[in-house]
């Protein structure tokens, strides 16, 4: 029997992360999510994922700076990526592109576990560095060095923006960091679980899992998430309707094209993603002290529509709220387009594809599943020139 996609096929333990779809509970490192992710730094959950518990403080502080200190570029990479921004490329690739580069600078792995976070902790740290560069060089701006001075997440927002973030900015970012950061078995982290398996470097695996969160299938919506509210607001604008009339009438248009109404339903959880409420109430402590509040509220008021709608549509499933919808409002939030919500994404994601590829390194075993043969057989070779 061939298990299409390995859909309900176990292939590796794993002390990261742990969901259940029916329950809608996601744990991380023993953590469950609305608990870990809007208290903690991303340091934080970096040094949790990596050693299996939460720092000390002295711990947190030498982390803090030892990953300040890795954020550099070397110059082949900058040169790679004014060299693309000339090409005006999209950020993901990129991403990919000059992520390659990084082995350049990685430090060497002799090993030992000390050495593989010493070389996971170097890659993690460029990977904001690499988007905000490129994202000013396209925009035919220098980049900004990082600033030492301030956190993983802070420090992003700062080489993006060119202005250091107000702290609800910073907070809001840094829970998507820790809300993202790990997902299960997903397509990318089995991606480099399955490279890493083969004795391959650490920068290999990276770029593998980059490409992979590089499909539309395994990224996700945020971006339509967020354009099919924009598309609502307009209409209501245009129509004079009231809001709530003029997402019913866009998404009932949207059900009878045979759409998906993006930012709704997931694969794996059948109840609401518990993503969805940090990052929902993420969002609502942005927009409060910062940011446009009526494209807030505007959003809840599209987001209850499309539930009602949904459970009358399709009662016998549970279509709630994903991370997408949210994911998409708090980053416009903070001041990011579209187009940089993939590789903030990946940025975050880094953190659990280090974990899960040093977890894979401990293991030491080569994945490599079966294939049922469905071709044909008995056939009989034909020179080319009796071939009819």
Known sequence: ????????????????????????????????????????????????????????????????AELAADRDLPPATLTLLRTIAERRLAVMDALRMAFSTLTLVAPEANGSRESQIRLARSLVARFPTIIA??????????????????????????????????????????????????HGMNAST??????????????????????????????????????????????AAASGQSLEQAAEEWIRAAFARGERLMGFGHRVYKVRDPRADVLGLAATRLFERAGDAALYHDARTVERVALRLLHQAKPERRLDTNVEYYTALLLHGIGLTSELFSPTFAAARAGGWTAHLL??????????????????????????????
């Open 359 to 388: 977890e894979q390194i401990a293991d030491d075993r080569i994945i490599r599943p079966s294939a049922e043969y469905l071709g044909e057989s008995g056939r009989q070779w034909v020179p080319a020139e009796a071939r009819v």
């Open 133 to 182: 560069a490129y994202c000013r060089l396209r925009d035919g701006a220098e980049p900004i060095p990082p600033d030492a001075s301030l956190g993983h997440v802070a420090n992003y927002l700062y080489m993006l923006h060119g202005r250091r973030p107000a702290a609800e900015e910073t907070r809001a970012l840094e829970t998507y960091f820790n809300t993202v950061v790990d």
């Open 1 to 64: 029997m061939v298990a299409r996609g390995l859909e309900g096929i176990v292939v590796a333990g794993t002390r990261l992360s742990h969901i259940d779809g029916q329950r809608g509970e996601l744990i991380i490192a023993g953590f469950p999510v609305d608990q870990l992710a809007p208290n903690a730094t991303f340091e934080e959950v970096l040094h949790l994922l990596w050693l299996g518990r939460l720092p000390l403080a002295g711990e947190l502080e030498g982390l803090t």
């Open 190 to 235: 089995f991606a480099a679980r399955v490279i890493i398996s083969t004795r391959s470097d650490m920068v290999s695996a990276l770029e593998g899992a980059i490409g992979a969160l590089k499909g539309p299938l395994h990224g996700g919506a945020p971006g339509p998430a967020l354009d099919m509210v924009f598309e609502i607001r307009a209409r």
